[in-house]
């Protein structure tokens, strides 16, 4: 099975037609909250003075661009890639608008200095005037923007000195607008006032400020480029004559290399690697011969004649050789040792066979002497060979420089070229400036005010506010999907629910779940599994050495606490075994009993440690419990084995009531690996959390599984929102407690 995030019970998919009902649910709620909406919204609209904007357009004329900008100059880029959205920043920035304020003085207006009101006093009290004198039609004209517009455009009857400029232009920068049009370069500048002749005059003043801040920017920007190009130039003439100096130098230098020899070093070489090829071979053939006379020589043989004087010698002293011993072969059989032929026939070939030794030796010599003059030979044709690759390979890298150096001495020409010329366009026109825009229509007086009616406005605002309150009780609603009270839950899931457990801060079970109960007996929580466990025995589901399974759809929903808290109600009249059956993720040391565990289920089952040795008795109570000593990745395995199988019925015949917190049925396959020793299964289900079509997928796969379900154990339960629920009776959990404090 695969992991299901606990998110993800929050999560189903949601159609129009739910909505749709919903909101035939809720109408009258919502038609209420839009009326209300509406009232709001129409008063204060109402109340508020008509807005007129006067706009200005200008057209941005690229042709005219900047050409002295220093960035696009070092760049290389052209001028005209330069925006509308650029322009627009400039007329918005604070800079601009201070002047238009100090020039338009409305650093002295109250329009523009003194804090907005929500609602005008005067107004508000000329409206309920009109109301009560009965004149509801003037009234609606004053609702709804129809009423005199007359004002000073620049009132210096009310001129407030001492107000910041930069107060006044922020003002003005929220009653500017700027739109461009779409593939042009024209755009519309709008400026807004409560007076039609000012919302003219501050467009008009707004455009001629931009005009000149303009050209005050690029005569300053020309003069910054001039400086800047000077001492560009500067630097690069500077770099142009070191460069070109040298390339000059490192061409003398190869010259004086190319000059001795360097047109004939390619064929030298050519003809030396000959050569030496020549010369490699005949000192094969030198060392060859030199091995063949010597081993010949040390072994007594025959030395091959090689065509010389000492091989003519050989060859007559073998012959002499050879007659002697046939004589003395003929003189043995007819004369005696001691005969004076035969030794004197003995004592020529003694003489014959040293100056055969002499021979060979002076052959071996003349091998020797061959092979040395070859060696001698090749070594000085290699010598050379590599003192002429020197001279070639110095040859090449100076061209290699000196074409380097040129190439770099070109661009910096280049470059320096460029910039002059670039110098001379600007100090040209350093003194010819023209603006990037111009207009194309100045703004005039407007006739009327802007904006949809006060009396629409309010309309949309009722109808949004009553959009709203069914969009955003839906969406509530949407995070309650899951089930809401007992009822529902049998209903859904066709099964009993055994008990409510209602929520638990985890301040008060930071010592563990037995010890809250220990403590405080007389609670709603405490009774929550007082009610499990009489209802499981009243339906006979507690058969004697029962193994009972507690479950959830995913992790996070309260079924170890209820384990925890079962197994020790159990344990008041029962012997009870709680056993941690969440191999992967165990948790009963913090939420049982703070101690350290010595052995645990993974001991037991591989025979380390007796069932004896494992178990661990709760302090004060009869709660025995079996932990998880560390976490595994094979615990489907553990579970399936036949070791664990005996460790449960070692239980049966010890206990009489058997606990297992399992693993969540969703996340793992470990829960369904237990179904195969427990005789039921506990199913938890959290209130108002996870989605009812998760549980009955979890409930579904224990069924088809042919796992007994024993009962349903809603948790989690909060007693302070549950008497929300209509017709239901979750509020009695909170007079719980008083109950035994009377």
């Known amino acids: 099975m695969t992991d299901t995030p606990p998110s993800a019970a929050r999560v189903r998919e949601v159609s129009l037609t739910d909505f749709i009902q919903y909101a035939r649910r809720k109408y009258v709620k919502a038609l209420l909250a839009a009326l209300v909406v509406f009232g709001v919204c129409l008063l204060v609209l109402s109340l508020r003075p008509p807005v007129y904007s006067a706009q200005t357009t200008l057209l941005y004329r690229p042709e005219q661009a900047d050409f002295a900008n220093v960035n696009l100059l070092a760049s290389g880029m052209d001028v005209s890639s330069a925006t509308i959205n650029n322009e627009i920043e400039i007329i918005r920035s604070t800079d601009l608008l201070s002047r238009v304020v100090e020039r338009t003085g409305l650093n002295r207006d109250p329009e523009f200095v003194t804090p907005p009101k929500l609602v005008d006093v005067g107004v508000l009290a000329s409206v309920a005037g009109g109301i009560l004198r009965g004149g509801a039609l003037d009234w609606a004209g004053s609702a709804l923007g129809w009423g005199d517009a007359s004002r000073d455009v620049m009132p210096a009857t009310r001129r407030m000195p001492g107000i910041d400029v930069v107060r006044a232009a922020s003002a003005l920068r929220g009653r500017i607008e700027v739109e461009s049009e779409r593939f042009s370069y024209a755009f519309t500048l709008s400026v807004s006032s409560t007076v039609p002749e000012k919302a003219a005059i501050l467009a008009n003043t707004v455009a001629d400020a931009y005009i000149e801040d303009q050209l005050e920017a690029k005569f300053a920007e020309t003069k910054r480029a001039t400086n800047w190009l000077s001492d560009r130039i500067a630097e690069l003439e500077a770099r142009v004559r070191e460069s070109e100096s040298a390339a000059a130098q490192k061409r003398a230098e190869f010259s004086e290399i190319s000059g001795r020899d360097a047109g004939t070093i390619s064929q030298q070489i050519a003809q030396l690697s000959t050569q030496l090829v020549t010369a490699q071979s005949a000192l094969t053939a030198a060392r060859s011969r030199y091995e063949i006379t010597s081993r010949r020589r040390e072994q007594g043989e025959v030395v091959d004649s ?437």
Request: a neutral charge; glycine letters at 8%.
């Open 306 to 742: 090689d065509g010389g004087q000492n091989s003519d010698t050989i060859n007559r002293l073998i012959e002499l050789r050879t007659d002697l011993r046939r004589r003395e072969a003929e003189l043995s059989g007819r004369y005696l040792e001691k005969h004076p032929k035969l030794i004197a026939v003995r004592e020529d070939l003694a003489q014959v066979d040293a100056r055969l030794q002499q021979a060979r030796n002076a052959s071996v010599g003349d091998a020797r002497a061959e092979l040395r003059a070859a060696e001698i030979t090749v070594q000085n044709l290699s010598n050379e060979l590599r003192r002429l690759e020197r001279q070639a390979q110095e040859y090449r890298q100076a061209e290699v420089a000196i074409r380097q150096l040129e190439r770099e001495a070109e661009t910096d020409r280049n470059l320096y070229e460029t910039y002059l010329s670039r110098l001379r366009e600007t100090t040209a026109k350093e003194d010819v400036q023209t603006a990037d825009v111009r207009v194309l229509q100045r703004a005039s007086v407007p006739g009327g005010p802007v904006g949809v009616p006060p009396l629409l406005l309010a309309i949309a605002g009722g109808a949004g506010g009553g959009a709203l309150w069914l969009c955003f009780g839906f969406a509530i609603g949407l995070l309650r999907q899951g089930f809401n009270h007992r009822d529902e839950v049998e209903e859904v899931l066709g099964e009993t629910v055994l008990a409510v457990v209602p929520e638990i801060s985890q301040r008060h079970l930071q010592r563990g779940v037995v010890e809250y109960l220990q403590r405080e007996p007389d609670t709603g929580f405490a009774e929550s599994f007082r009610k499990a466990k009489s209802v499981l025995a009243l339906r006979s589901m507690m058969a004697n050495n029962a193994v009972i399974c507690v479950t959830s759809s995913v992790p996070g929903e309260g079924k170890t606490t209820f384990a925890s808290g079962l197994a020790y109600e159990f344990s008041k009249s029962k012997k009870c075994l709680l056993i941690e059956g969440d191999l992967r993720r165990p948790s009963f040391a913090s939420r049982v009993m703070s101690r350290d565990v010595t052995y645990g289920v993974a001991d037991v089952v591989d025979g380390s440690a007796s069932l004896e040795d494992a178990i661990v008795t709760v302090a004060e109570t009869d709660l025995s419990v079996l932990f998880v000593k560390r976490a595994m990745s094979n615990s489907p395995q553990l579970l399936e084995s036949e070791g664990f199988a005996g460790l449960i019925e070692n239980a049966r015949n010890r206990f009489d009531v058997i606990v297992i917190d399992a693993p969540p049925l969703l996340a793992t396959s470990d829960a369904l690996a237990l179904g195969q020793v427990c005789d039921s299964f506990i199913y938890a289900v959290p209130w108002r959390t996870t989605e009812k079509g998760i549980v009955k997928a979890g409930v579904k796969s224990l069924r088809d599984s042919g796992c007994r379900i024993a009962g349903i154990v809603m948790t989690r339960f909060d007693t302070q929102k549950g008497g929300e629920v209509p017709g239901y009776y979750y509020e009695n959990y909170n007079r719980y407690d008083k109950y035994y404090t009377k």
